[in-house]
């Protein structure tokens, strides 16, 4: 039962005037309150279910502004006809016959449309005598306007009105208003209810202490109310910020660098043999100007390690290595790249062993945008530098990552890298869709890679894990590109990251 | 990486064992290939490009019946001398230098045999051989050669014959312009005053590696009992590990293997030779990397498993395994015997403490400004395009340009991030106002680095409302700017992205650090935006600096 209390004050001044059957655009006519005022009071009637309303569309004829203006000043052509009445005059003599007589004067258009008229129906000679007469005829003089006079007071369907643009007709979506009982109960109880009731706490109120004598009318506080939009972090950001701070936690520094680098840090100095399939045009961005960078010294030894596996124990790949084919320029397939360029940083007493680093940043892949491939997608790096590391730690180092990320088990399967041995394929396992999912790559670098760059053959737990692929789950897409589409709505009101 | 699609009945039959389809996925999966399918006819999977050895269904079903314990150790093979020789000319010097070859008897060949010996060719010429460049592979009808067989470099047209699947006898020449597979091709032989050739004791010629073959003798059929196996290339040693995968491949069809002489300029060799290769292995740092306790028994034990013989502290290395550079690459096989799923996780307790990068964690504190502001972060791509980043922003810039990328919608590095977010606004036109975005993002231009290309983190900060305006925009700078306790100038300064007199350049410390303004209604048109746009764009990593 609802209490007239929890009225607002629109619906309690709304109420005494709705009628079983009545037209909601009869009772805004009836109403002292603006339109927008009785539809939202009667909506909200609506939602507590003391009434119904049905979409009545509605059929009126109503006068246009041109019907209204002859109405008012009276028919153009009735006026054309007084003013010649008794004697034929020229055109330019008829608004000083007019405003002699009182009438209104008739506007150019008004002017042409009784001639034309008053032609057409013979209710005026035109002569021609030194000039242009118009002169009334037989006809005219017997003339009888009142049928058209008739509709502009009380406009119904007329064709000819309708042609000529004196009424017009209007369709009107109309809501019927079908009331209960407890509404009936309501009116009544209203009749009697007199209350100072206020719908807001005032500055001034508070002031003179007169909320002491108010009461304020209890809300419908179950209502919807309407959304508003927010600032917002980028939710593909936001879940990189959480897995920057599981890094973190863990003790791991964060790596940084350009996206631009040369073939030289990307592959030759992870050892990735220089006709290596992957290094093909199709999967590599390489850069049109300047299509070259400069090698730093390290490029001998590396040269070495390639040839004929320099001081690390290794046969090498054999054949030549081509320093131009290094020095290209290119967009980073993968951050291990850094991870390459910090570990050359322990050489240079930069960081000191046992390090681990980390970051989560983007990478590029020339391939064409379809629903599980991007250009450019994000990659959560990791390597370790500890002279005690082994495979365990590395599956550690995994499952307790994808731990908090929310995935309950990680397996290794056997994979191949060139600049990794062994090299791991990362599965994990999705308690959700029960399936275990492809995540990423990792292994322990090649002692070619680490005595190159450190110096000293030490074990390096390495990882690369497709970013997008981890979250895209959560959010709920199957689609990679969705992540990327920048649909304002979809940055608005997209789930939080909750983890 | 090469997808191989294996008759299952073969494959069965050569490990001699039939398994539950669950265990078969899980053993194909754990010993290091990817599956991509099963059926009862088939199994595909995808070879890792280190073990072209396993490229064929004797290749893997080898490998994998001492990984499932149906055998162990070294695979035997009774290799005979046929005492044939090849004469190998110094004339091949710059051209095709090396060869290895192999005489195989007994083959009892049926389509499916043929299917798989084609496809052995086929797949070692795309990975191994990388795309016949370093290894090209001729097998030819024994029958229909007179042995020995000559090795030399020719003039082009000299070497007159009848393609296969050619019409006629061409030259060279014309089959490098003509025969489809010619051109394939031609670009291995780009620049040869000669090319290779192989002719018999008749001087028949056989083939022109790595080109193609005679339409006579250069195709196998059913009626093939003996043939004559060559691979062409520039290494010696690579060559004739291919052979080994191929001859090893063929042995276990159940055909005989027959080693032939070759005889180069300056010494003799003797091929196919499956004696291992013998390599140390230090059990101290396979237990260190693999944080096992392997004694040397199941040291032994795994390597059998893996195919390797063992010997007191050395492996034997099958003459057919290509990936062997370092001991390193054993572990990993024991890792594999020994069965990555049995690895337990541990968590070492290394003390190393956390550290965020300092800008990206500035840039965190500049972000989330703009959060507080109301303004919604974006996320788009660094790779744009060129016409976007000029031409519709009224706008002239050298852009660095990709070489390569398959698309033409995205063909440059993006040069700032204003049209990144007007194209944002773009595509947002039915959402609802205001739309005030921001995003920090990489943004490149030539520079004086190591690559030539500088990169900077800016922010590009939008207002699009009905009334966006210079103040507006200028509030969030100034705020932005003050929250840092930046001492900085605005300097009039036009920009044809914004309207004239309603943009401004913002200077610190000598530094260009920042465009505000009202974007040019042009620009507004370029893009088709019909909602007025206030924007500024900073760069943080200057400001990083200065505030620093």
Redesign the interface.
Known sequence: MVDIKTLHNLERKTLPLIKEGILLSVLIDKSDLKDVEVMRAIQWLENKKLLSTKEEVSVKYELTSKGAESKEKGLPEKRFLKAIKDKRKQQTELNSELKKQGLSELSPPEMGVSIGLLKKNGFVNVINDKGTFFEITKEGEKANFDQLEKLLSNPIEDKEAIQRGLIQKVTRKDKIITITKELSTLQKDAKNYTSNTVDRLTPEMLKSGKWKDVEFREYDVEVNVPKINVGRKHFVNKSIEYMKRIWLDLGFTEMSGDMVQTIFWDLDTLFVPQDHPARQMQDTFYIKDPKSGKLPDLFKKVKEVHENGGDTGSTGWGGKWSKDEASQNMLRTHTTVLSAQYLEKIKNGEYKMPAKFFSVNKVFRNEALDWKHLFEFNQVEGIVVDPNANLKHLKGYLKEFFGKMGFTDVRMRPAHFPYTEPSVEVDVYNPRKKTWVELGGAGIFRPEVTKTLIGVEVPVLAWGLGMERIIVEYFGFKDLRDLYNNKLNLLREMKEWMK | ?PTVTLNRKVFEKLIEKKLPIEKLKDRI????T?LEDITDEEISVEI????PDMLSEQGFARAFKTFIGQAKGLSKYDIKSSGEKVIIDKSLQDVRPFTACAIVRNLDLDDEKIREIIQIQEKLHV?YG?NR??VAIGIYPLEKIKLPITFKAEKPEDIIFQPLEGEKEIDANEILEQHDTGKKYAHLLEGKKKFPVFRDANNKILSMPPIINSHDVGKVDLNTKEVFIECSG??F??LHLALNMIITALADMGASVESMILEYSDKKKITPDLTPRKMKIDLDYVN????TNLGDKELKENLEKMGYGYEKGEVLIPAYRADI?????L??DI??AFG??N??????N????????S??QFK?KV?NI??????????????TNHQHQTYQMNFNAET????????EE?DT?RYWMIPSLLD?LA??KH??YP???F?AG?V?K?GG?????L?NSRLGVVICQNDADYTKIRQVLDLILNFLELKYEVVKEDHPSFIKGRCARIKAKGKKIAYVGEINPKVLSNFELDMPVAAFELNLTELFKLID
């Open positions: 990486m999966s754990m010993i290091g990817d890792f490009p280190n073990r990975t990388r460049k370093k520039f290494d040693d690579v260190k990397i693999l944080g550079l370092h001991q390193v690459d572990i990993e890792a594999i990555y799923e690895f337990e996780e541990i968590i070492p290394v003390a190393t403490t956390g550290q965020a990068n800008f990206e965190e972000t703009l959060v507080g502001l109301g303004y919604l972060e974006t996320k788009t791509y660094c790779i660095i340009k990709l070489a390569n990328s398959i698309s995205f590095l944002v595509s947002n959402q609802e739309q005030n975005l995003e990489q490149f030539k680095t190591e690559t030539g290309v990169e």
